[in-house]
């Protein structure tokens, strides 16, 4: 028993060490730009849109690890879902600090005339206020408490998704851009890979 643990938790350590070194290299690549003045003539916004769609990959990712994990018979890589939404948790809450903090000085009512005027920054508001409750309630100390609610709860990450694509969707200038082509239609998969019938029928395979 010991020894099939120890295998385990050694299998685990290298999908978790990718995950810290992707979820991490972008950070680099910043400070990396940042320190050689590269970051474009508006280096604030390219920090707020780096952050942004890197929160987004994080979290499409994290709900694709339970697919994949069906799909490539690697139940390991459920173990992923969890950093992966912490990431993109860290990742959403650097993207709102620069926006809140280092653009707008954390002047309210300059940021409260943002939102009156920007009606995109509420579904990015309420996707981030969706990520953090699904942070406090990631441990397994709130997932006994919470019991069969805890499911349900975490559920609404796909919401969250869905709402950071149509904030990200509503800052574009193009009517056509990533999330029409790549973003949305992944969601959608990820969401039809989710429908019961489905599950059940890549659990069963052998
Ligand atoms: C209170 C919460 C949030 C605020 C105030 C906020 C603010 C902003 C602002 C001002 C922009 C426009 C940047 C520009 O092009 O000048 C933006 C774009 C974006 N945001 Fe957010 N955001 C929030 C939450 C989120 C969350 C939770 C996510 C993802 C999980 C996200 C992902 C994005 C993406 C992907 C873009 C587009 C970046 C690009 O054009 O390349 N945002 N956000």
Known sequence: MRITDGGRRSA????????HFGA????????WRAWRGDLTFNPIQAVIQSSGRTAVHLLLLSLAATPAALLLRMPILTSVRRPLGLYAFAWAALHMFTFAVVDFGLNLPRIASELREKAYLWFGLLAFGLLLSLAITSTRGWQKR???RWKILHRTAYFAAALALLHFQASQKAEINMVVV??????AVLLILRLPT???ALAARR
């Open 12 to 19: 685990a350590v290298f999908p978790s060490a990718i995950i």
């Open 24 to 31: 991490l290299l972008p950070l680099c690549v910043l400070a």
């Open 146 to 148: 919470l019991g069969r």
């Open 182 to 187: 790549y973003y949305a239609p992944l969601l």
């Open 198 to 200: 489905l599950r059940k």
